[in-house]
């Protein structure tokens, strides 16, 4: 693994998920033909490196794309505001860079140490203090990690690391892992678990001593959070008791929450903001002008998910045809300008673990026909469900108007708020075909970690996609248990085969992976870059006016 020392100056930007589009699906069109007289739909402009010098009496001020869905606890969190903004109020033993990726020792002192394949020692930086002031112990990491894995407490989180058989104090500043299996990708992946202080934490679930640390956070990292109001802002402030390798670089930041697209756009131009989250693709060209724009290829993906206990859908023939029945090349072009490539793995292309799947579905309306055609299916009816993001509101038209162009086939939209897509309809079986967006990169990179969050456990495979019991899916667990544990080259052969068997069954698999638009100030900025990943961090970022 990489010590700290060995990377860049860790700067970072601002990221989007759910891209709010502005303008209906033909001035869409329009758009995307006239930047492709320019160059290309897809075209962003190069990064820009400001060498003058940070003052850190000057704060940050960004525009985010998101509201405050949840509070701020690491067990739980999971919108993407509060888990950005935990990315600079909390730290994990170890941490990954969040442009490149790439793990770093955070509370850490140093690599991990393997005392053998099932045993791993980690110390705790000297001085290290949570925000309140109070050392941060070897007791306090333990409980962290216990906290996460209790059952009773349900985190989303417990699921990273199934392969923790224990954790242990050995004394005031070292922690020993028990491992259940050896796994080579210990380091990396505990950073998914965040330290806290266990004196303001230890208490049960609903407790108002929860509720306060869940509304106002204390942790270990560069900044601490002063105040959040939803819909308004979050503010921040320097911790100036940090001792770890990331300090912060401005006097403090503040968050307008800014989830109208058009109202983040202005407050880019206007100046209001040094950097905004998730630029709209209609804007990206016009924005070129008052600030720096780049598109980053990430991991999220826009998948295709069947109800497969459903019939016709319990046909991979049925399945494999919707996905060669949509043009993607076209409705890219047209919904989201070019800013994403078609999905030719589970993975996206330069991803570490991408490799080509045997199944990659382009474009061909005669072999979906002849696809339904051998799965004895004559007449195919259906409702598309989708969410109500956004971008995906202007794919969702293209999805139908290629679908609807295959004989026999009729397909209608019908859009939702996710909660009520996954709970009311997906959650107790009633839908046939849904397309979402999803982005578990944000969790972390590793081939395992972003193959467990849709195929592992019951909540995509079992509950939603109804696909659990099937001897694919054991076939495919088994192939995954395997690859968790072996080398890196074994685990690389082992992805290969796990892509290849998603890729032919497809009851959950990606129509294409998005480029996530940044736009900031490189005149008043010094070290941002785009994330290829959902969410926003200015850990490393500074103002130089």
């Known amino acids: ?102 793990p770093y020792n955070a509370l850490a002192a140093t690599d991990p140490k393997m005392v053998n394949p099932t045993t791993y020692q980690v110390a705790i930086r000297e001085g290290a203090t949570f925000h309140d002031g109070t050392p941060v112990t070897a007791e306090d990491v333990v409980f962290s990690f216990t906290r996460v894995m209790d059952p009773a407490n349900k985190s989303l989180f417990s699921q990273f690391i199934p392969f923790i058989q224990d954790v242990k104090a050995l004394d005031a500043k070292t922690v020993e892992f028990t491992l259940k299996y050896a796994f080579p990708g210990f380091g990396p992946r505990i950073s998914v678990v965040k330290v806290v202080p266990k004196a303001l934490t230890n208490f049960p679930a609903g407790s108002d001593q929860l509720k306060s640390f869940d509304a106002k956070p204390v942790g270990t990292g560069p900044y601490k959070l002063v105040s959040a109001v939803k819909d308004d802002k979050i503010i921040f402030e320097a911790n100036q008791a940090y001792n770890g390798p990331m300090p912060a670089l401005a006097k403090g930041m503040t968050w307008l929450l800014l989830s109208d697209a058009a109202a983040r756009v202005t407050a880019m131009q206007s100046g209001r903001v040094q950097a905004i989250e998730d630029v709209p693709y209609l804007d990206m060209q016009g924005l070129k002008s008052a600030a720096t724009v780049e598109s980053v290829q990430s991991f999220g993906l826009l998948f295709l998910m069947f109800n497969c206990s459903a019939a016709p859908f319990d046909n991979k023939l049925v399945r494999q045809a919707l996905h060669y029945g949509l043009d993607k090349d076209s409705i890219i072009k047209k919904a989201l300008f070019g800013n994403a490539k078609p999905a030719s793995s589970y993975f996206q292309e330069g991803h570490p673990d991408y490799v080509k799947a045997k199944n ?58 996710s909660g009520a897509l996954y709970t009311d309809r997906v959650g107790k079986g009633d839908y046939k075909v849904v397309a979402a967006p999803g982005d578990p990169s944000v969790f972390g990179n590793d081939a395992d970690l972003l193959l467990s969050w849709f195929y592992a456990g019951d909540t995509w495979m079992k509950n939603r996609a109804y ?63 785009p994330l290829p990943t959902t969410g926003v961090s200015f850990v490393g970022v500074g103002r130089t006016a």
């Open 360 to 417: 990659v579905y382009s474009y061909d309306p005669n072999k979906a026909a002849d696809l339904l055609k051998q799965a004895g299916v004559s007449s195919l009816e259906f409702e598309l469900l989708t969410t109500d993001t956004a971008w995906v509101k202007d794919v969702a038209p293209l999805m139908l108007e290629s679908w609807n162009k295959i004989p026999g086939v009729k397909v209608t939209l019908k859009n939702l708020q």
């Open 1 to 102: 693994m990489n010590n700290i020392k060995n990377l860049p100056l860790v700067n970072d930007a601002s990221r989007r998920n759910f891209l709010k589009l502005g303008g209906a699906m033909g001035l869409a069109a329009a758009f995307a033909s006239s930047l492709a007289a320019c160059g290309g739909p897809a075209a962003t402009s190069s990064s820009t490196t400001n060498t003058s010098p940070i003052n850190k009496d000057l704060t940050i001020e960004a525009g985010i794309s998101y509201a405050l869905s949840t509070g701020f606890d690491p067990i739980s969190s999971s919108g993407a505001t509060p888990m950005a903004a935990n990315l600079h109020v909390f730290e994990g033993l170890v941490e990954l860079h969040p442009a490149t990726r790439e």
């Open 467 to 529: 696909w659990g019991s099937t001897p694919e899916r054991a076939q495919l667990v088994d192939l995954m248990t395997k690859a968790g544990q072996s080398s890196k080259d074994d685990a690389k052969k082992l992805t290969g085969q796990i892509v290849d068997l998603v890729s032919e069954e497809v009851p959950l698999y990606p129509l294409f992976h998005r480029q996530l638009p940044s736009a900031w100030d490189a005149k008043k900025l010094s070290g941002f870059k």
